[in-house]
């Protein structure tokens, strides 16, 4: 590229100038030429240091990561017969699940001629879907597979963004009560490289 749009490490617009011009400026600063808009024209290049900018978009990515809540399918197994005490148990189990942000799958398992009472399953799924309206919708409706029936309930939208902020404050407090490891400066965690890409110097 024979000409690039310079902006200094504080976001400083330095102007346009020659490729060489900007190495030789990164070269006296200390610091490196990045090009962090390839499709303007001129191109748009930084002077920073191409090592800081890649561990701190690594952090970032981090964190990112904490926030975010990967949904798992759990499964709450219960019987057509089921008592009434049993049956709070299921469902308190099936409540903290749904509020942790992962959906549920409600499996009600018959055995021998109860397979003939299938409507009986039905009602049971029916009641733990209206019981968990308030947090949870049903994603599939109850199904007969073999000798078991299922139905999946999904957390609703604000349920799950409760378990992403909960897991991402349980993930700073760990970082805050966690002793920062040594580490050298100069190398830090090697992350996978920025969407920024370092100019190679160009003989003039």
Known sequence: M???????????????MS???ALNMARDRGVDLIEVSPTAVPPVCRLDDYGRLRYEQNK???EARKKSHNMELREVKLRPKIEEHDYQVKFRTAERLLF???????TI?????????????????ERVATDTAKFAAVEREPRL????????????????????????AKAGAGDKGAAAPAASPASPAAPAAPAASKVAPSTP
């Open 109 to 125: 398992m018959f055995r021998g001629r109860e397979i003939a009472y299938a409507q009986h399953g039905r009602r049971l799924l």
């Open 19 to 21: 490729t060489y011009d």
């Open 60 to 62: 970032k990515d981090r």
């Open 100 to 106: 942790e942000g992962d959906k549920v799958k409600v």
């Open 145 to 168: 597979e073999g000798r078991n029936m299922f139905m999946i309930l999904s957390p609703r939208q604000e349920i799950i963004a409760s378990a992403a902020a909960q897991k991402a």
């Open 2 to 16: 024979p000409q690039v749009r310079v902006i200094a490490d504080d976001g400083a617009q330095l102007g346009i």
